[in-house]
């Protein structure tokens, strides 16, 4: 059976088919999914234009005798029968000027309070990434957090209070941005002090440059000009990655795993699970516009739409408008789907492919479609994807 839905009349059709709870739960996914993709465009032109501008976290790291950090997951990880984690993206703490890129201090204390209630289990990436690739099980609400572009903020604001809370985190680090001495980036410095006070360290490429916009040499280039510079600084590179605007191609991310990183970042929306792919995973974004807690409380507790056979398979589009399209792994009835721009229409081929097709093309820059469904268990199941557009 061949099931095609327009727009918003999907949604409307699924609320008119729920109960009242359902709807309420509908209304406020449809919020956070719609919220989190205006946050992260926002985000990335934030992100853009700043450029130009200016006691140890249990089972994060281990500094090593010789000065360089392990960053492998330690045997005391705690276990369960997850087998996803959901890992948040931050920027600035406290910088009101860029409120795009930037969380309130009151906002991100009470996203701690919210963290630290004995509901969740925040570990280190790494201990993350290695529990997953290894098929070994998570505690429910398993939380990472990722912290993008080594803002001096992060170190006179948030560290300080995620120290207090004895919790871990990881900031990717793009080397020019230290070697140029910005005053509104951290210094090298401040870098090892965090790394010896066991926060992950990881990359972030040498000049915070669209990847996708270079050609293959001049990757590997800022790659290996920026692993010199963290082996001359910090005596190791990092094994964590993050594309610079979330954004990369196949040949990226190649060169991103032959550098020798074993994961890596995207800037996408959902949960990572066993069967993500390794070297673009997801991450839920940030900000003072949609950091509010009810955008974060589902963030937080929601789980993966398992999918495969995704099409486009390159996450630089060759094709435009996108024919966007995945095969689901596990039934689910209730899926909608919304793009960043265009209007979409839904066809669902049996029960299992889901194809998307746009009355048009999107715009240059970046391309993101969220869809979500609400599971049995009353939480919300994410498949996110962003794409570069040349």
């Known amino acids: 059976m061949t099931v095609e839905t327009k727009g918003r009349r999907a949604v409307f059709a699924f609320m008119q088919s729920g109960s009242a709870p359902a709807l309420r739960g509908l209304m406020l996914g449809v919020s956070l999914a ?37 960053q492998m997951a330690s045997s005391e990880t705690p276990s369960g029968e997850a087998t996803s984690a959901v890992v948040f993206m931050y920027h600035r703490f406290g910088e009101g000027d860029y409120p795009s890129t930037n969380i309130q201090l009151d906002q991100f204390k009470a996203h701690i309070a919210e963290l630290t209630n004995g509901d969740y289990t925040v570990l280190g990436v790494p201990q993350i990434v290695t529990a997953l690739e290894n098929g070994e099980g998570l505690p429910d609400r398993s939380i990472g957090i990722t912290i993008d572009d080594a803002y ?15 919790i871990p985190f990881t900031v990717f680090v793009s080397t020019e941005q230290l070697d140029s001495g910005y005053s509104n980036y951290m210094t090298w410095d401040m870098v090892r002090e965090l790394a010896r006070d066991g926060v992950t360290i990881g990359g972030h490429s040498q000049h915070h440059s669209h990847l996708p916009d270079l050609d293959i040499e001049a990757v590997k280039a800022e790659l290996a000009h920026s692993a010199k510079r963290f082996e001359e600084e910090l005596g190791y590179v990092p094994e964590i990655f993050a594309y610079p605007y979330g954004e990369a191609n ?79 792994k596990e039934q689910a009835p209730n899926i909608a789907c919304y793009p960043s721009e265009g209007e979409a229409t839904m066809t669902r081929l049996g029960d299992e492919r889901v194809e998307i097709r746009l009355d048009g093309p999107v715009s240059s820059g970046r391309w993101r479609i969220n869809c979500t469904g609400m599971g049995p268990d009353s939480r919300w199941h994410w498949f996110g994807m962003l794409y570069t557009v040349p």
């Open 250 to 328: 196949a040949d990226v991310l190649t060169a991103v795993k032959d550098a020798g990183y074993r994961a890596a970042f995207g800037q996408q929306s959902g949960a990572m699970h066993t069967g993500s792919d390794f070297m673009y995973l997801p991450r839920f974004a940030l900000n003072e516009h949609y950091g509010a807690m009810d955008r974060f409380k589902l963030a937080a507790n929601s789980l993966p739409l398992k999918v495969t056979d995704i099409t486009p398979s390159d996450y630089t589009l060759k094709r435009n408008p996108p024919a966007f399209g995945f095969t689901l």
């Open 152 to 166: 001096r903020s992060v170190y006179q604001d948030a560290w300080p209070i995620f120290r207090e809370n004895d």
């Open 34 to 70: 719609v919220g989190l993709m205006l946050g992260m465009a926002m985000v990335f032109s934030q992100s853009a234009s700043a450029q130009s501008s200016e006691d140890k976290p249990t089972g994060e790291t281990t500094v090593e005798s010789d000065g360089s950090q392990s």
